[in-house]
């Protein structure tokens, strides 16, 4: 009798992890038939915020997380003072509003021009090397895709890791990084070269990886943390453990924390969890119509669609003109340059429905 019950039920489990199976190399047909210069914006929202969300968020704060290794870096943000208690959640989410941003709108476009800008001008307070804005731009070209590697259902395919590549190049030459990698290939060998030559131990490093990271894990109930913590140590790469004095994991713990996020994330999710509906974008920034004037954008006010930290940094929305620490109304320069998806005038922030 029970071999009777048990047959229906594998039945439909397997139609519908088939089901599922169908449906996501029907996403990736998608995805493959964008161009990844012309459409980079929307196959890295696609990836970003619908195909990848988690993890791509993880990512990024991962990226930013791990250029406290380098000491040049991390000294900058340990002399702001923007790592205590009271101002960490306040720098949290300004960077996250302008990553969101500049994800959202291309740089050359009234919105996401005026984020960039606002970038610069928050940069040109500190004395910060071009080899430094290089690497943590290879951190955010790169991070997502090992990341999706690691713990995802799938690895990137070419066309993301393109668009990818071709998105934050753009950007970087609007901020006036110097001789930026073509090709992932390249800017991957200059990443790791940094890191063997830069990444070692610094006061600053652990200072500010540990505001960072009581930050991150503030929404973790209290009798949790210690443990939590440990977890984060065991997906850290050795180097950058060691950079920021960190004591390092056992190596069969490392296996078993890293085996259980590629199950629950990659493998539970790639047999049984459907594609994400392309509307269910988890973007936290609203996307209004951009007025035609600058003026009116610059002081026009954002909401957030959620807040993820208490106290809310931004409790009434942000103006694009008033994010970090600096003073209000201040924009800096987008620098000029050949950017590989140049926007025109006829140009819309494509989304693919």
């Excluded at 090709?183 to 070692?200: G, I, K, P």
Aim: aromatic share 12%; charged share 25%.
């Amino acid at each position: 009798m029970s071999a009777l019950y048990a047959f229906p039920v594998v039945v439909m489990v397997l139609m519908w992890v088939g089901m599922c199976h169908h449906l996501r190399r029907k996403r990736l047909q998608l995805i493959s038939s964008l161009d990844p210069v012309r459409d980079a914006l929307a196959v890295c929202r696609m990836t970003y915020f619908v195909e990848f969300p988690f993890l791509s968020k993880k990512a990024l704060e991962f990226a930013l997380f791990k250029t406290f290794g380098i000491p040049t870096i991390s000294k900058v943000l340990a002399a702001t003072r923007q790592f205590s208690p009271a101002n960490v959640i306040k720098r949290y989410d300004d960077t996250h509003i302008i990553v969101e941003e500049l994800l959202s709108s291309h740089v050359d476009s009234l919105r996401g021009s005026l984020a960039l800008r606002r970038l610069n001008f928050i940069h040109s307070h500190y004395n910060i090397s071009n080899d430094d804005y290089l690497y943590t731009l290879s951190t955010f070209i790169l991070e997502p895709k090992r990341f999706a590697a690691r713990f995802g259902y799938r690895n990137w395919t070419e066309n993301e890791m393109t668009a990818n590549l071709v998105m934050w190049r753009s950007i970087g030459i609007r901020m006036g990084i110097k001789d930026i990698p073509e090709t992932v290939e390249e800017m991957e060998r200059f990443s790791l070269q940094y890191e063997a030559d830069n990444m070692v131990y610094a006061h600053s490093n652990r200072t500010v990886a540990d505001a960072t990271l009581d930050l991150l894990l503030s929404i973790v109930p209290a009798c949790l943390r210690p443990t939590a913590r440990v977890f984060v140590y065991c997906v850290l790469e050795e180097r950058l453990v060691d950079a920021m004095g960190y004591p390092r994991q056992n190596y069969l713990l490392i296996s078993m924390v890293t085996g259980t996020l590629h199950l629950c994330l990659g493998t539970f999710v790639g047999l049984f969890l459907p594609p994400r509906p392309l509307t269910w974008s988890t973007e936290r920034i609203s996307m209004e119509v951009e007025d035609q004037e600058e003026e009116k954008e610059r002081k026009k006010v954002h909401k957030l669609r959620y807040s993820e930290y208490k106290p809310e940094s931004y409790p009434d929305g942000y103006r694009m003109d008033g994010l970090g620490y600096a003073p209000i109304g201040q924009l800096g320069t987008a620098f000029s340059g050949d950017i590989p998806c140049p926007f025109f005038s006829s140009f819309s922030n494509k989304k693919v429905a």
